[in-house]
């Protein structure tokens, strides 16, 4: 694995300095590296570290898994690990497994006409775009509510944990049924650093950074050091018994029936930023600093000290022993990716156009309201349209692929009718008096509108169908995350291996 990780590495550094010599076959030459050097070396390490871990998981368990990455600006890490699964050359036959097809994958990273910097649509696995950070757990919870086998693996990084979105989505375990749905891995990376400046979990202690996820109903699992062969063992170790804990939580809810409360697994990994990077660049400490957040050595075209520096780091991975004379992985390695679409690149809950099931509508007619005459008859539009989401609901129970996500505003906005057949979701203590809450409800009422679209965004990126519904004066807090999933759907049509995933549908309510 750790050998499999230095293969990672070397790709990822390929990708924001190479455009040509790709496995250095030759002494580094000011030719060789790219005109303009872009990307984010100081977060790739941790993520591609999870990732083979989590191969490894999944390989030993046959688990099912998909991968977010929360700093998902470390676009070079996931690429190169689903480069190395051997799902992009799946994808992208022309970034083939050898010497030409490593070349073209540097060549093409944030390159124009090439692949974005970030994990974004292009990225086989990948059902969170790497831009605007905040949303890795909700999206990541979108993605478990019913799909009851999956485990959803996300990374937060600690500057991303500043943001209010995230902060507030730790509380959507309180949302997440063990009978019925997946389950969210949190992994919280600190590695202590932001572009410019110390993230405040990263310089909060254990205890401290302990206290708050207990607080949020989480069991928490510290993994930290920067000696590679010590941390392997940890990190396996911890995910190993998360796993477990998780399988646990769910066999015992899904034959005893859900308890009030489950204290779900999370991960703590303190990393260096740019962990296995460039200690310094002359004389000014990098590794484990803000400064290795993008391109550590910045200056190699022009700079013949750190041209040297780049290619000894470079061949500090050994890209002889990890790749075979063809510039393919060595086999003993590729031996290690999980096979077919257990590999996170190639899994299909990832691809959610491919999963989704049409949903059983009723005829939107048959809730038409007789007018005869006009300006006699006093109507509310959504108690109608409630009718309606009251029949989809009961139509399409048996195949669970439906939701409404509000704000805590189903009743204002005349959504009542809905409660006949169906509940609130709340998996916490319910006491008498309390309405139409249940842990199997499919109503999630959070007062968060980020939560809403993210967990909206997280359901119908993985195939289900959904509803949010909101105040337009209120909609506008979550307005940015609607343009980012735009985004996401515009890009997607131009990739015909990404099939169309369910419509983002929003009913914006208290306009004139
Ligand atoms: C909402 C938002 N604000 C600002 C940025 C600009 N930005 C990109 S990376 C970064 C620092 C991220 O730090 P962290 O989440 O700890 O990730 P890592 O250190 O692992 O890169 C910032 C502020 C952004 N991408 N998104």
Not at 173 to 185: E, I, K, M, S, T
Request: net charge negative; proline share 7%.
């Amino acid at each position: 694995m750790q050998r499999y990780w230095q293969a990672a590495n070397y790709l990822t550094i390929g990708q924001i300095y190479l455009q040509d010599n790709p496995l250095l076959r030759e002494p580094l030459q000011v030719e060789h590296i790219k005109p303009r050097l872009l990307g984010h070396w100081e977060t790739s390490p941790g993520l591609r570290f999870i990732y083979v871990h989590l191969n490894r998981l999944i390989t030993e368990r046959d688990a099912q898994v998909i991968y977010l990455a929360g700093p998902g600006h470390g676009g070079p890490a996931i690429l190169a690990t689903v480069y190395l699964e051997v799902t992009y050359s799946e994808v992208y036959p022309d970034v083939s497994e050898d010497f030409a097809g490593m070349r073209l994958l540097f060549r093409r990273f944030s390159t124009p006409g090439g692949v974005p910097s970030h994990v974004s649509v292009p990225t086989p696995g990948s059902i969170h775009e790497g831009g605007e950070l905040s949303y890795v757990l909700t999206h990541a919870f979108g993605a478990a509510f019913d799909n009851p086998d999956l485990i959803v693996a996300a990374v937060v990084g600690d500057g991303e944990a500043e943001t209010g979105p995230l902060e507030g989505s730790w509380k959507s375990v309180h949302f997440l049924n063990p009978a019925r749905d997946g389950a969210v891995l949190p992994i919280l990376h600190l590695n202590g650093y932001k572009i410019a400046n110390p993230t405040v979990l990263g310089r909060t202690s254990d205890a401290d950074v302990r206290a708050m996820l207990e607080g949020h109903g989480y069991d928490v699992h510290f993994v930290e050091g920067d000696d590679p062969a010590l941390m392997h063992q940890v990190f396996a170790a911890t995910l190993d018994t998360c796993y477990e804990r998780i399988r646990d939580i769910q066999r015992d809810a899904r034959e005893n029936g859900v308890s009030d409360r489950v204290r779900w697994p999370a991960i703590v990994l303190r990393t260096p930023k740019g962990w296995t990077g460039p200690q310094s660049v002359h004389g000014v400490p990098v590794e484990g600093t803000f400064r290795a957040h993008q391109v550590p050595l910045s200056d190699v075209r022009t700079d013949p000290d750190q041209l040297k520096q780049l290619e000894s780091w470079l061949r500090g991975y050994e890209p002889e022993t990890v790749f075979d004379e063809t510039g393919r992985l060595a086999p003993s390695l590729a031996a290690l990716s999980p096979k077919g679409d257990r590999r996170m690149g190639a899994n299909p809950y990832a691809n959610g156009g491919t999963l989704a099931v049409d949903l059983d509508l009723p005829d939107f007619r048959e809730y038409a309201l007789p007018v005869e005459q006009p300006a006699v008859v006093r109507a509310e539009s959504t108690r109608r349209l409630a009718e309606m989401l009251r029949d989809v609901f009961t139509r399409n129970a048996a195949q669970g692929n439906f939701r409404i996500f509000s704000p805590d505003e189903a009743n204002s906005n005349r959504l009542g009718p809905v409660f006949e057949v169906e509940n609130r979701c709340f998996v916490g203590r319910r006491i008498p008096g309390d309405e139409h809450l249940s842990p199997d409800g499919r109503v999630m009422e959070v007062l968060s509108e980020h939560l809403c679209e993210g967990w909206l965004e997280g359901y119908i990126l993985t195939g289900r169908h959904g509803l949010y519904v909101t105040y337009e004066a209120f909609a506008m807090v979550s307005a940015s995350m609607t343009v980012q999933h735009a985004k996401w759907l515009e890009e997607a049509v131009n990739l015909p291996w990404r099939d169309p995933i369910p419509s983002l549908n929003i009913l914006l309510t208290s306009t004139c």
